[in-house]
T-cell receptor, first 110, second 115 residues
Framework: SQQGEEDPQALSIQEGENATMNCSYK?????LQWYRQNSGRGLVHLIL?????REKHSGRLRVTLDTSKKSSSLLITASRAADTASYFC??????????FGKGTKLTVNP | DVKVTQSSRYLVKRTGEKVFLECVQD?????MFWYRQDPGLGLRLIYF???????EKGDIPEGYSVSREKKERFSLILESASTNQTSMYLC??????????????FGPGTRLTVL
């Protein structure tokens, strides 16, 4: 399987805390993307980081990429109950396809 | 606003039935995708299409076929539904114009139950 892996599979934190999710992938990439999925819904794109970038920010999101380790992390700062969702990384190589990981289920308790 | 729609949110079918799942996008995207999502397995690509009448197998095409007669519409067909095809099906689309930095836009999903 070419699927990546997220770590941890599930994460439960209190509102205001930071949440960190990690992702590993298997092949060389052009970019790595993070998506969010609310329960029972479709995925929504959050952020894309290119293979020549090491860090990227968007609002309360911070993504890092280490191509030598084939890994990425997503940090959500000052989490809110509304951040409760599943988060997926997806790697893109030299084609239209994305390879998704299995996701991290984040619960933010009020 | 970007929009991908799927014909049904919930669908219940019987074993052996032919099932059509429809996906429509209004963004003039070249690429369209069908995934299935199962607990603990994440998203797995069934088929994708990069142009009208073009299709390519994904990671798990067995038991499925697809049709793309118009740019905006991509159909997933279960020729003879089986219980192991009970799953959430997600459609997505993306543009080819960004040099392999293709954000995918997803529909809301169809939860299919095969009895």
């Amino acid at each position: 399987s070419q699927q990546g892996e997220e770590d941890p599979q599930a994460l439960s934190i209190q509102e205001g805390e930071n949440a960190t999710m990690n992702c590993s992938y298997k092949t060389s990439i052009n970019n790595l993307q993070w998506y969010r999925q609310n329960s029972g819904r479709g995925l929504v794109h959050l952020i894309l980081i290119r293979s020549n970038e090491r860090e990227k920010h968007s609002g309360r999101l911070r993504v890092t990429l280490d191509t030598s380790k084939k890994s990425s992390s997503l940090l959500i700062t000052a989490s809110r109950a509304a951040d409760t969702a599943s988060y997926f990384c997806a790697s893109q190589g030299g084609s239209e396809k994305l390879v998704f990981g299995k996701g991290t289920k984040l619960t933010v308790n009020p | 606003d970007v929009k991908v729609t799927q014909s049904s949110r919930y669908l219940v079918k019987r074993t052996g039935e032919k099932v059509f799942l429809e996906c429509v996008q209004d963004m003039d995207h070249e690429n369209m995708f069908w995934y299935r999502q199962d607990p603990g397995l994440g998203l797995r690509l069934i088929y994708f299409s990069y142009d009208v009448k073009m299709k390519e197998k994904g990671d798990i095409p067995e038991g499925y076929s697809v049709s793309r007669e118009k740019k905006e519409r991509f159909s997933l067909i279960l020729e003879s539904a089986s219980t192991n095809q009970t799953s959430m099906y997600l459609c997505a689309s993306s543009s080819s114009g960004t040099g392999w930095s293709d954000t995918q836009y997803f529909g809301p999903g169809t939860r299919l139950t095969v009895l």
